[in-house]
Nanobody
Framework: QVQLVESGGGLVQAGGSLRLSCAAS????????VGWFRQAPGKEREFVAA????????YSADSVKGRFTISRDNAKNTVYLQMNSLKPEDTAVYYC??????????????????WGQGTQVTVSS
């Protein structure tokens, strides 16, 4: 079993930055695909970014590309989401997921077997 714990969320003004962390325990996730999703109140969980085990990154079109960067530190068994130029519409609970099977459908939440509990990001205008 893999346990994921997100951290790094908080309240930030528009234009600011945050770095979210997703620390894994139980097993190494260096060979897993990992992803970040977010869910705003009253909305469905939406894809933000993903990273394959080989290092290919995928980003949600338009909404975050160019502002967010996903990365991983295998030595720390941790995945990161660097978020710059934050906007009020980025406000949501952010979740990380891990997929041990190398699925090609990393933009779909159903792909991921393991999830963290989420971390709240609030961007004020």
């Amino acid at each position: 079993q893999v346990q994921l714990v997100e951290s790094g969320g908080g309240l930030v003004q528009a234009g600011g930055s945050l770095r979210l962390s997703c620390a894994a325990s139980g097993r190494t996730i260096s060979t897993y695909a990992v992803g970040w999703f977010r869910q705003a109140p009253g909305k469905e969980r939406e894809f933000v970014a993903a990273l394959t085990w080989s290092g290919t990154s995928i980003y949600s079109a338009d909404s975050v590309k160019g502002r967010f960067t996903i990365s991983r530190d295998n030595a720390k068994n941790t995945v990161y989401l660097q978020m710059n130029s934050l906007k009020p519409e980025d406000t949501a609970v952010y979740y990380c997921g891990a997929d041990p099977y190398g699925s090609a459908r990393l933009t779909q939440s159903s792909t991921y077997d393991y999830w963290g509990q989420g971390t709240q990001v609030t961007v004020s205008s």
